[in-house]
């Protein structure tokens, strides 16, 4: 990745890093000029202040060239949605690896039973494992 000038980003959420060692981040549809950044952590819940955080995506994507933020993998899609309460908002957390090369992200939660291997070009799941 090429190093960007700075970049100030205002989310919603509540989490603070501090030069990251690794920033998560990926190119939309392949095209190295399109770069996106994924903006939580992987193990942090980012869902403090939420009024139902059982409404809300696990991830939130900014998109540099846009300058726009979108949701991606709504926490209502994931395996265990239907054992959830909002009690556990504070230890629901994403946890992902991504691998640029083949434009996929795994992903799952603190709580969950399923790793979902999403296409970051269409962004759809394409396999739970």
């Known amino acids: 990745m090429e190093k960007l000038k700075k970049l100030a980003l205002v989310s919603p959420f509540v989490v603070t ?3 990251p060692k690794r920033l998560n981040y990926f190119y939309e549809r392949g095209v190295k000029e399109d770069i996106s950044l994924i903006t939580q952590p992987s193990g942090f819940s980012t869902f403090f202040g939420f009024k139902n955080f059982l409404t809300e995506d696990l991830l ?16 209502s899609e994931r395996s265990n949605f239907p054992k ?10 994403p946890v992902l690896a991504l691998d640029k090369d083949k434009g ?26």
């Not at 939130?60 to 926490?75: D, E, M, R, T």
């Not at 996929?104 to 494992?129: F, G, M, Q």
């Open 60 to 75: 939130q994507i900014y998109n540099i060239k846009s300058q726009k933020f979108y949701g991606l993998a709504p926490v």
């Open 104 to 129: 996929l992200l795994y992903l799952t939660t603190t709580l969950d039973d399923a790793i979902s291997v999403i296409d970051l070009n269409s962004k759809e799941v394409k396999n739970r494992i």
């Open 84 to 93: 959830l309460d909002s009690s556990v908002e504070y230890i629901y957390a």
């Open 17 to 19: 890093l501090y030069s």
